[in-house]
């Protein structure tokens, strides 16, 4: 919506990135609604990448991202078939998220993804932060409801591998990617001590630092725990050692929490102290009622047996994986 923002932003830190010898990419996050073909063009010229909202098929997508004319998913389309054309196939990323109403459609959800092209889906659950939670969607389903929905979609998707459609579901790809070769995904929520900060820092439209997306949604919420302080007034220095910060990570370690020690899948887990604060006003959390622990316990449970008593899918899922 300020695209010469955008413009000086990027250009600035590409300049930055290539005087201190850092890796830089720049990704857009948009409903490709006002992506001009100067806009895209840019994009292109600049190796800008697009993250977009995909929630499914046409009924589904424009009852969760409702808007006069009810066409959202008709724009989305026509400014993926744009951006596509324009920008190059392999910049263009979508994401979905998660409602009550997806819950008896993940087939539809994964066959949108196939029809529109895209080689992989996250199946990503509603998150308690900002206009999720003042929605009905937040509270209409459970962990167990969208463990079912993550299950069915799973093995959908291994019936597609195995009549040769290349789609894999990116979630499980980061987690067996960890069991299998002990490696950092790079993946915040994955991460001990957890990534905030760490693997993430967010800065907002005001100066203001939170140590990830999630802390500032949850700031908008009126609770700024996790905000490590502001680029008007605080250095580098001071953000990165600020208490709200280094107390945050120093309970989130995994190995030092009560039964996040003694459990069997704590090597492949990480930490979301965010969503513990937000949901039980602690950052450990109460882990017999965390949703975090229950969710990431029922996939690490079903991918383990996976990799351990099903051959073939063992092999699918590891072809999933960068190191396989």
Not at 31 to 55: G, I, K, P, Q, W
Not at 140 to 157: K, M, P
Request: with cysteine.
């Amino acid at each position: 919506m300020n695209f010469p923002l955008v413009q000086r932003v990027t250009s600035v830190a590409r300049l930055r990135a290539q005087r201190e010898g850092k890796s830089l990419q720049v990704v857009i996050a948009t409903t490709l609604s006002l992506a001009t073909d100067d806009v895209l063009e840019f994009c292109r010229a600049n190796d800008v990448h697009l993250s977009c909202s995909l929630d499914g098929p046409a009924s589904l997508h424009n009852f969760n991202r409702p808007r006069p004319g009810r066409d959202s998913y008709e724009r989305f389309v026509r400014g993926l078939k744009r951006a596509r054309d324009v920008v190059g196939r392999d910049r263009v990323a979508a994401l979905m998220t998660t409602t009550e109403k997806s819950l008896g459609l993940v087939r539809e959800i994964v066959d949108e993804y196939v029809s529109l092209g895209f080689d992989g889906i996250f199946l990503r659950p509603l998150s308690p932060y900002g206009f999720a939670v003042k929605t009905p969607n937040y509270s209409t389903y459970n962990t167990r409801r969208f463990l079912d929905f993550y299950f069915e979609g799973l093995e959908y998707i291994f019936d597609l591998n195995r009549a040769g459609v290349p789609i894999r579901e990116l979630y499980a790809s980061l987690v067996v990617e960890k069991i299998i070769s002990n490696q950092d995904t790079g993946y915040v929520d994955l991460m001990s001590p957890a990534g905030i900060g760490i693997a993430a820092v967010v800065y907002d439209y005001d100066g203001s630092v939170y140590a990830s997306d999630e802390a500032r949604m949850l700031a908008q919420m009126g609770d700024k725990r996790f905000r490590m302080g502001s680029v008007h007034t605080h250095s580098y220095t001071d953000l990165m050692t600020s208490d709200e910060l280094l107390m945050a990570l120093e309970d989130s370690f995994t190995l030092s929490v009560p039964q996040c020690a003694e459990c069997a899948f704590e090597p492949f887990c990480g930490a979301d102290p965010v969503q513990h604060w937000a949901l039980h006003g602690d950052v450990v959390g109460r882990k017999p009622e965390s949703e975090f622990c229950q969710r990431n316990m029922g996939i690490f449970k079903y991918l383990v047996c996976k990799l351990e008593d099903d051959p073939e899918i063992a092999r699918l899922l590891r072809s999933w994986t960068v190191r396989h």
